[in-house]
């Protein structure tokens, strides 16, 4: 039995084919811009990999999901269950399921390799609670709470983008803060957008030309630094919300801009600033996700759970 899976961002989605014997294979990115809504983009992509025939679908969505019409937070983008799987001729509407975006990442979280992550600082001697925390720097910003059962993987859903930032980060940002009316409206692509045309006046200019400028330009490099030092202490908030001891791991394509430059250093300086915790803030894991497809490993445990 094949399912599809499907992790639909608000940029790009990401997607492969679940087999019966449990591998995945047709995987494939493919930018949202391109498609006129999720059934062309799933139909095409379903049509370039031999329109197979399909016994359920697993899709992530990024917004919340509820159980009504599903729609995307930062593309007009929505879909009707019923009428979707009518469209993938799935055996039946049940045959579809939807989650949140971080959701399928969360559950990716105790299955991924050394081959997809990317250590931030050295630890050691750590003792992990089977709990762990997807953050999300991307073209939005979420968090997916995981803990380890016996019976398996189980995932919370969040809409941490929608509130509003932590005082420390509101200190940090002083006279700026009331620019960032929420933590999505700092921590993404257009939330780094806007600090640089906020702490520059300069013109702006998208999040991942500002990470290729940091190389030459010092105004765009001290934005970066600015944005890493404040993502470093909204980390360290994650570590006294849903204490992480198997690691806290930040994905998305602002986190990877952002931490795999020099800007790194500030970000874990900021981390391992004196505070309540200190000790326990010290011992998490502190890893980049950097494979982009992640989410689907996510999807694929919870396809198979399914079955």
Do not use: K
Not at 211 to 226: F, G, K, L, N, P
């Amino acid at each position: 039995m094949t399912i599809l899976l499907a992790d639909m961002g608000g940029t790009a989605t990401r997607l492969a084919l679940l087999r019966g014997d449990g591998g995945l294979q047709c995987a494939a990115r493919r930018s949202n811009d391109a498609q006129a809504g999720p059934g062309d983009l799933l139909a095409r992509y379903l049509r370039d990999c031999g329109d197979p025939a399909l016994g359920g679908a697993c899709i992530a969505v990024a917004g919340p999901v509820g159980p009504g019409e599903v729609r995307l937070t930062n593309r007009d983008w929505g879909f009707d269950r019923a009428a979707l799987a009518e469209r993938l001729r799935l055996p039946g509407h049940g045959a579809l399921r939807v989650v949140n975006d971080l959701t399928a990442l969360a559950l990716a979280l105790p299955g991924l390799d050394a081959s997809q992550v990317e250590d931030l600082r050295p630890t050691g001697g750590e003792v992990g609670n089977g709990q762990a925390l997807a953050v999300n720097f991307g073209t939005g910003f979420n968090v997916g709470p995981v803990r380890v059962t016996p019976a398996g993987p189980v995932a919370l859903e969040a809409e941490l983008g929608h509130a509003t930032l932590p005082a420390v980060i509101a200190g940090a940002l002083g006279a700026q803060a009331d620019q960032f009316p929420s933590a999505e409206a700092l921590f993404s692509g257009e939330g780094l957008a806007r600090l640089h045309v906020v702490r520059t006046g300069d013109m702006e200019i998208s999040a991942r030309a500002l990470v290729e400028a940091a190389v030459d330009d010092a105004s765009a490099r001290e934005t970066i630094t600015v944005m890493a030092g404040l993502m470093g202490l909204m980390a360290r908030e994650m570590v006294a919300a849903y204490l992480p001891r198997d690691g806290l791991f930040l994905a998305g394509s602002v986190a990877r801009g952002v931490l795999q430059s020099p800007a790194r250093a500030e970000f874990v300086t900021a981390f391992a600033r004196p505070g309540p915790l200190q000790p326990v803030a010290a011992a998490v894991p502190l890893r980049l996700i950097t494979d982009d497809a992640a989410a689907l490993g996510g999807l694929a445990a919870l396809s198979r759970t399914a079955q």
